[in-house]
């Protein structure tokens, strides 16, 4: 078999099935002669070569739970519907089966919010509280805030809270249901947190807390966390044009070739991901032209919120992130303009990016997420590997729509084709995706094109290839080359792109930004004299393919010129694994010392040596020695003097 087909493993699809009678359909029973009962309701698809059964027409409830299917980290996506045509029972009676619900990969329930919050660390129980703060505000409008206030429904994923399935009330229940429900957790809550969790907790009972107002003060309760058990945060990338392709059209922040040298105020907290299209002619350009709008509007930005210029709020951040988006596709809107490219000509890019603040040079404890097209984002922890991003295609806007289910319309001949990207049309109908999550325990966040995500393979490679970097502090760039072979070995259909960004709890005292600042500025500098001290033999840079344009700035309406850089490689990809953004080893900090050392060390003798030769020199030469040697009249004459 050629290695670029390799086949797809069909994993066990578990679902869950809203609707079903226990007490009727015991364990091993069939459902449609295909659906077999594992225990309770959960039930596993013996056919999943076949698509699922559906109606012709669907109830309001299940497109409401197609629509609220976007929010894929916490709510179940529907799968299939089983009417009384498939169960030959009442005629009244369905079955609704859920996918993407909190199942182990065995069919086993995982652990229930309740049972888990005891034993969580003070960050997570915050945390969950926060999404479900978020959650409130999605389902109420929909009036299914009765799901996170059932705790046979909440579960809980890692750091993730997830529902089993969502469930309305015949009441409109308001925030101080929730608070009244709270009140039972704060026996189990950890000291560091409770006399907060406290307040917060018979603020919402009495109805003094709105949800902004509570989501605000879980915020500072997080900050005040993270200034204590900081995060470190350390970033690296490869890219690859694949087995298939003889040009690269992915770009990515920081680039595999200069990961040591980087904007201040982006070091080790910005990732970008694009991937270009419209062929050869068109696609690089525009993800170049994408990351280097996006650093040069983030640098002076990032820069003020950490020395409190620009004031910081989570809100504005937001809306911040979306207006830089905008900016940087209408740029590419307009060299399309420029160029008259119409149709698949014009040319444009996908986005992946996240950024992590610090506001007053503060530790980071929530991460942004921005999502254009179909480049993805995964947060890995060590219970499970999450998709954060929805793909903006024809397949994912049917079933969010309500229009479908998904497993239908994936099948379209145009699934896959891309809704919107930066810079094929104007930003009034550009509706880029940005999430904030926080950050609660460590974790490895992974940013990649299609050419790596197609076919499932991330779900694939999670225990053998990534999770080892995550437990077994693995180099973050021998492992971006790894997973660009096993890429290669698995799709090699298209250009490959990975940025990894790995979040490490640290000691306060270990995280120090001014350094780290400086020692960017350091490797800055010393990156463009590195070819005077390299061999000639042995220094082989990276030829630059330059293309300068004009394009017409749409916040100034004035003429810039822009200019995309296209790096060829010279060697072999082996040859050139990209190193460490900081590299920052105790080998390397002990060098450093010791070659400062032997600097002081070499200076005080040339000093003492100099003494030493001036000495010597001027009892040679009389007229030096007077100089030095007063005359005394009392003492004896020397034996060498002229006697009066």
Known sequence: MNKLEQPIPTPTRYLWAVGLDSAQFR?????????????????????????????????DHVVTYLRLSRHLLH?????????????????????????????????????????????????????????????????????????????????????????????????????????????????????AIQERLAELFCGMARGSYGVAEAIAHLDKTTQQIAEQHPFTIRVA???????????????????????????????????????????????????????????????????????????????????????????????????????????????????????????????????????????????????????????????????TLGLNFYAYSSQRVDAGALIQALGTRSSDVLVPRVQRLILDEECLLLLCSDGLSDFDRIEEMYSEHILPILTEHLSLSASCQNLINQGNFLNGHDNITVVLMRCQATAYEEVNFEVQRKAARRRKFAGAKTSAGIPRSSFNPPEEDQTKFEVVDPKTKKTVIQTTTRIQPTGSTSEKAPTSSLPSQPKQARAKKDSKTNKWFLLLWVVVFFVLGFAITASQIPALRQLFVPSNPTASPSPKSPKR
């Open 27 to 59: 364990a091993g029973s069939i459902l449609a002669e295909r659906y077999r009962v594992v225990h309770s309701q959960v039930v596993v698809d013996t056919q999943t070569y076949r698509l699922p059964e559906i109606p012709d027409e669907f109830p």
């Open 237 to 399: 990338s490869a890219t690859d044009p694949g087995r298939r392709r003889d040009h690269n059209e992915d770009s990515c922040y920081p680039s595999p070739n200069e990961q040591t040298v980087v904007m201040d105020s982006l070091q080790n907290c910005v990732a970008i991901v694009c991937d270009g299209l419209g062929g050869h002619e068109g696609g690089e350009v525009a993800s170049n032209m994408a990351i280097q709008t996006l650093c040069a509007e983030l640098e002076p930005w990032l820069a003020k919120i950490e020395t409190g210029e620009e004031p910081y709020n989570p809100s504005q951040f937001m809306a911040k992130l979306e207006a830089i988006t905008r900016y940087a596709n209408d740029l590419i809107v307009n060299l399309n303009d420029q160029q008259q490219r119409t149709a698949q000509r014009r040319m444009g890019t996908t986005l992946a990016m996240t950024v992590l603040p610090r506001p007053l040079g503060k530790p980071s404890h929530e991460i942004y997420i921005v999502h254009v097209g179909d480049s993805r984002v995964y947060w890995i922890t060590p219970e499970n590997c999450r998709q954060v991003t929805l793909d903006d295609d024809v397949a994912t806007r049917e079933a």
């Open 75 to 191: 709510l179940p996506r529907p799968y299939g519907l089983l009417t009384a045509d498939y169960l030959g029972a009442d005629p009244n009676q369905e079955i609704l089966l859920l996918e993407n619900v909190p199942l182990s990969t065995t069919g086993e329930l995982l652990p229930s919010f309740n049972d888990a919050w005891a034993g969580a660390s003070p960050r997570r129980q915050v945390n969950w509280l926060w999404q479900i703060l978020h959650l409130w505000q999605v389902l109420q409008e929909h009036g299914y805030c009765q799901s996170l206030i059932s705790p046979e429904l909440m579960r809980v994923d890692g750091p993730w809270v997830r529902l089993l399935e969502l469930r309305s009330s015949a009441e409109e229940l308001s925030l101080t249901g929730l608070g009244d429900w709270w009140l039972g957790l704060l026996d189990g809550a950890k000291p």
